[in-house]
Every structure is written in structure tokens, then in C-alpha cells.
């Protein structure tokens, strides 16, 4: 499996940008990814989440209400809709699968700076 994030860039603070992960392999669902983030000097964590295991959209607390993740399986596409930016969600943001024992590997991330 090869994921593909990109639509992150400079946004100022309160800013609207959509991210997109973009997958290709065989048997990917996107019922089980997750965006993850790295704040520059910190450790990867998980923003927001899916899994079939109940099939709740589960989101960090900082980005509840803010973030929205949604995803296109026909076209092998995950989104998260990122509102209201504040600079403390700048980082790399990555897409991968949402259980950490079942991780692809990682892509190249999208970088996302809130500044004005």
C-alpha cells in the first residue's frame, strides 16, 4: 500500500484547508485510517480516527469540533477538513491505518503551518 497526503501549505490562523490521502494497493479501506500529526520537537499522535470495530470517527480533544474526517472508498480517498486553524496545529500530517500494530509505511506527510 502507498498513501499519498497532500493540501497542506502556509494558512493563517482561523484558516479552512481540506487535506487529502490518496491510497493505491489492493484491499485498502479507508474504514480504518486515521490522520496523524507531528508537531515540530514532538511525537506523532493521531488526530482522528476510524475503525470497524464500531465504526466511530474518534478525533484528538484539541481538534474536536474542528476537524472532520470523511472518506471516498470508490475513489481511494480519505479527507480531513481542518477549520478554525489555530498555530498549535502545525505539523506534518500523515495518513495511516488506525491500529498501530497494522501500519503501512509512512509517506511523505503534508505539512500544514498556521501563521499569519
Known amino acids: 500500500v502507498h498513501l499519498g497526503e497532500s493540501g497542506g501549505g502556509l494558512v493563517p490562523p482561523g484558516g479552512s484547508p481540506r487535506l487529502s490521502c490518496a491510497a493505491s494497493?489492493?484491499?485498502?479501506?479507508?474504514?480504518?485510517m486515521a490522520w496523524y500529526r507531528q508537531a515540530p520537537g514532538k511525537q506523532r499522535e493521531m488526530v482522528a480516527g476510524?475503525?470497524?470495530?464500531?465504526?466511530?470517527?474518534r478525533y484528538l480533544d484539541s481538534v474536536k469540533g474542528r476537524f472532520t474526517l470523511s472518506t471516498d472508498n470508490d475513489k481511494k480517498t480519505m479527507y480531513l477538513q481542518m477549520d478554525s486553524l489555530k498555530p498549535d496545529d502545525t505539523g506534518v500530517y500523515y495518513c495511516?491505518?488506525?491500529?498501530?500494530?497494522?501500519?503501512?509505511?509512512w509517506g511523505q506527510g503534508t505539512q500544514v503551518t498556521v501563521s499569519s
Open positions: 494497493g489492493c484491499g485498502l479501506r479507508f474504514n480504518n
Open positions: 495511516n491505518h488506525v491500529r498501530a500494530h497494522a501500519l503501512y509505511s
Open positions: 476510524i475503525d470497524t470495530i464500531d465504526d466511530i470517527t
